[in-house]
Each structure stands twice: as structure tokens, then as C-alpha cells.
């Protein structure tokens, strides 16, 4: 088993520094690698990664989260793996990210200890109430919230929240200090919008992973991030 390179608290102040929370999709990568893309990511300033992969095996996930683990140190980055607690556990990864179908977040944070953060799921006002409970308790460090959009980077999305489910994140994360990301379909032409709410942070898959130039990507989501809020 793999070191991991942060700590809890350390991977969380990546988080709290990144507006733009980067996810890969090698299926939707114009034919580059993970690797590629992360890299490029890093180079513009990315220091939240989620490795998020569904249809490799689990030989090939292994070996290529070793080389992301690698690469993600060097930048100083918080890596974060989706659904896969062993393979999380397996390279020294900052933290396990799990849906409301994957194991249940308590039982994640026996098998990981105290020092790796757990990121949740949610998609309605239920699963946040659950999520600031196991947020109070010290299971889970930050919540995603969606999909604000349409997506088209899971074979089997969750209903679109829209930005009504993005306020009701703000408010009830602003009075219970639970962080969040938006995620979902989040683009540069709509995420001035999802930061007008009051998402501080939005997780970005496609629009980075299929740009040619992925730091200028990077630095236009951003840039339309400060347009609309202050972050």
C-alpha cells in the first residue's frame, strides 16, 4: 500500500483553493490519457483531481493511479479516487469520492481511517440532511451537489437538480460549514451561473478533458467563475 501525500486537513485546503475541481474521462478526451490531461491540469494550476474511470480493468486502474499518484505529488495536488475505496487505499490516495449507491460513507471511513477525506453525493435535499449528520459526525469532508445540468459523462445520471438544488447547498453549507461542489454538466458558456448562486467550487469534466488547450480551458472557467462571484 501506497503513503499517501496529504493529509486529511491538507487535501481539504487544496479543495478550498480550487474553484475548479477537475475529473477525468479518458472516453472523452479527444484521445489523449489520463495522465496527459491530468498533467496539463496541473500545469495550469489544478490542485483537486478526481480519478474517475468506469470502464477499464481494475489491473490497468491500479497501475495507472500509481502513475497519477505520482504525477499529482509533484504538483503538490490532492488525488482523489471515484467508487474505488481499494484502489483509493492501494496507491496512496488523498481521499475516496462515493455516490449514494456505492458503500455507505460510514463503512468507507472504517476501511480508510481517519487520515483520507470522503467526498459524497448528493441529489436532493434528503441526502443533504444525511450528509451534514456524517459531515457533523467527522465520516465525510465535503458533499458534491447535482447534476445542475445534463450530463453526458455517466451512463445512468441522477435527475437534473438545476440551480435551485445549488441554493439550497449554499444556504445549508453556509449555516453548517459543510463544503460543497457543484457538479454536473458544468460548462464555461453556464458556469457564471452556477457561481451567481453561490457554488464556490464546480467540478468541470468534459469541457476540460475534450479542450485543445486545457489550461486555457482552466483559466476561462475561472475567469467566469470571478465574473459572477467572489471566490
Not at 25 to 51: C, I, P
Not at 111 to 124: A, K, Q
Not at 166 to 186: N, R, Y
Given at each position: 500500500?501506497?503513503?499517501?501525500?496529504?493529509?486529511?486537513?491538507?487535501?481539504?485546503?487544496?479543495?478550498?483553493?480550487?474553484?475548479?475541481?477537475?475529473?477525468?474521462?479518458?472516453?472523452?478526451?479527444?484521445?489523449?490519457?489520463?495522465?496527459?490531461?491530468?498533467?496539463?491540469?496541473?500545469?495550469?494550476?489544478?490542485?483537486?483531481?478526481?480519478?474517475?474511470?468506469?470502464?477499464?480493468?481494475?489491473?490497468?486502474?491500479?497501475?495507472?493511479?500509481?502513475?497519477?499518484?505520482?504525477?499529482?505529488?509533484?504538483?503538490?495536488?490532492?488525488?482523489?479516487?471515484?467508487?474505488?475505496?481499494?484502489?483509493?487505499?492501494?496507491?496512496?490516495?488523498?481521499?475516496?469520492?462515493?455516490?449514494?449507491?456505492?458503500?455507505?460513507?460510514?463503512?468507507?471511513?472504517?476501511?480508510?481511517?481517519?487520515?483520507?477525506?470522503?467526498?459524497?453525493?448528493?441529489?436532493?435535499?434528503?441526502?443533504?440532511?444525511?450528509?451534514?449528520?456524517?459531515?457533523?459526525?467527522?465520516?465525510?469532508?465535503?458533499?458534491?451537489?447535482?447534476?445542475?445540468?445534463?450530463?453526458?459523462?455517466?451512463?445512468?445520471?441522477?435527475?437534473?437538480?438545476?440551480?435551485?438544488?445549488?441554493?439550497?447547498?449554499?444556504?445549508?453549507?453556509?449555516?453548517?460549514?459543510?463544503?460543497?461542489?457543484?457538479?454536473?454538466?458544468?460548462?464555461?458558456?453556464?458556469?457564471?451561473?452556477?457561481?451567481?448562486?453561490?457554488?464556490?467550487?464546480?467540478?468541470?469534466?468534459?469541457?476540460?478533458?475534450?479542450a485543445e488547450d486545457i489550461g486555457g480551458k482552466i483559466a476561462a472557467l475561472t475567469a467566469s467563475m470571478k465574473k459572477f462571484a467572489l471566490i
Open positions: 500500500m501506497e503513503k499517501k501525500v496529504l493529509g486529511r486537513r491538507e487535501a481539504m485546503v487544496r479543495f478550498e483553493e480550487s474553484p475548479i475541481y477537475v475529473i477525468t474521462d479518458e472516453g472523452q478526451s479527444a484521445g489523449r490519457g489520463n495522465l496527459t490531461v491530468v498533467r496539463a491540469a496541473l500545469e495550469a494550476g489544478a490542485k483537486f483531481v478526481q480519478y474517475r474511470e468506469k470502464k477499464k480493468a481494475l489491473r490497468a486502474m491500479y497501475e495507472e493511479g500509481l502513475l497519477l499518484r505520482k504525477l499529482t505529488a509533484e504538483y503538490g495536488a490532492a488525488l482523489i479516487v471515484d467508487d474505488f475505496v481499494d484502489l483509493a487505499m492501494l496507491i496512496g490516495a488523498d481521499g475516496v469520492h462515493v455516490g449514494q449507491d456505492d458503500l455507505p460513507a460510514a463503512a468507507v471511513r472504517e476501511l480508510v481511517g481517519d487520515d483520507m477525506v470522503i467526498g459524497l453525493s448528493t441529489h436532493n435535499k434528503e441526502d443533504l440532511t444525511e450528509a451534514v449528520a456524517l459531515y457533523r459526525q467527522g465520516i465525510i469532508d465535503y458533499v458534491g451537489v447535482g447534476p445542475v445540468y445534463p450530463t453526458q459523462t455517466k451512463d445512468k445520471p441522477a435527475p437534473v437538480t438545476g440551480l435551485d438544488y445549488v441554493e439550497l447547498a449554499v444556504d445549508t453549507c453556509a449555516e453548517t460549514g459543510l463544503p460543497f461542489v457543484a457538479i454536473g454538466g458544468i460548462k464555461e458558456h453556464n458556469i457564471g451561473a452556477v457561481a451567481a448562486v453561490g457554488a464556490e467550487h464546480c467540478a468541470v469534466v468534459s469541457d476540460i478533458t475534450m
